[in-house]
């Protein structure tokens, strides 16, 4: 069955420290991936997408099909980055999204 | 544009109960999805919806069921609640659906908190 694996609920950094949101998935063929990201009392809301190959708000993402692995990255951590971060698999043609069970990122001052 | 509105907000119902959930799309989007948010299991897949056809569902009880209306409103059921049914439902659109890759862009509604006592 395919899954999102995100094997940390909670990632505490300091400001200006690199960040590294883990992300696996189990998925045969070819994947659309997505960082899916929510700030406190905001809503749900896209972050990146693999296929966009985009930096946002300092975010990168790559897709490694060798390792099924889609670890969303920024170099210098913000405060404002504080926030829960759900990584999301969507099979092409099923219009189902697999999302993880989410990393909350605290980004210490 | 409106976002994703979500009605109502917060319910409380008891076990037994059946309680419908409504969720109105960002105008000129299509597609429908529905999920159950808890903090153990995350975001759960639990249906989605074009033109007023379910494409795909989650591993759901059949107690859970959905529609979409012709100008894409969409509801979801939940009969006979238990529990562990007590989680916030997320109702997301999506511009066409098509399966153009930057038409799957989901766009999240701020959710209907069901408790179950």
């Known amino acids: 069955a395919q899954r999102v694996t995100q094997p940390e609920k909670l990632l505490s950094v300091f400001k200006g420290a690199p960040v590294e949101l883990k992300c696996n998935y189990s998925?045969?063929?070819?994947?659309?991936l997505f960082w899916y990201v929510q700030y406190s009392r905001q809503r749900l809301q896209l972050l990146l997408r693999h296929i966009s190959r985009e930096s946002i708000k300092g975010f990168t993402a790559d897709l490694n099909k060798g390792e099924t692995s889609f670890h969303l990255k920024k170099p210098f951590a913000q405060e404002e980055d504080s926030a829960m971060y759900y990584c999301?698999?969507?099979?092409?043609?099923?219009?189902?999204?697999?999302f993880g069970t989410g990393t909350r990122l605290k980004v210490l001052a | 544009k409106a976002g994703v509105t979500q009605t109502p907000r917060y319910l409380i119902k008891t076990r037994g109960q059946q309680v419908t959930l409504s969720c109105s799309p960002i105008s000129g989007h299509r597609s429908v999805s529905w999920y159950q948010q808890t903090p153990g299991q995350g975001l759960q897949f639990l249906f989605e919806?074009?033109?007023?056809?379910?494409?795909n569902k989650g591993n759901f009880p059949g107690r859970f069921s959905g529609r979409q209306f012709s100008n894409s409103r969409s509801e979801m059921n939940v009969s006979t609640l238990e529990l562990g049914d007590s989680a916030l439902y997320l109702c997301a659109s999506s511009p066409s659906g098509t399966g153009n890759r930057f038409g799957d862009e989901q766009f999240f509604g701020p959710g209907t908190r069901l408790t179950v006592l």
């Open positions: 999301a698999l969507m099979i092409p043609g099923t219009y189902k999204y697999i």
């Open positions: 998925y045969s063929g070819s994947p659309e």
């Open positions: 919806y074009f033109s007023e056809t379910q494409r």
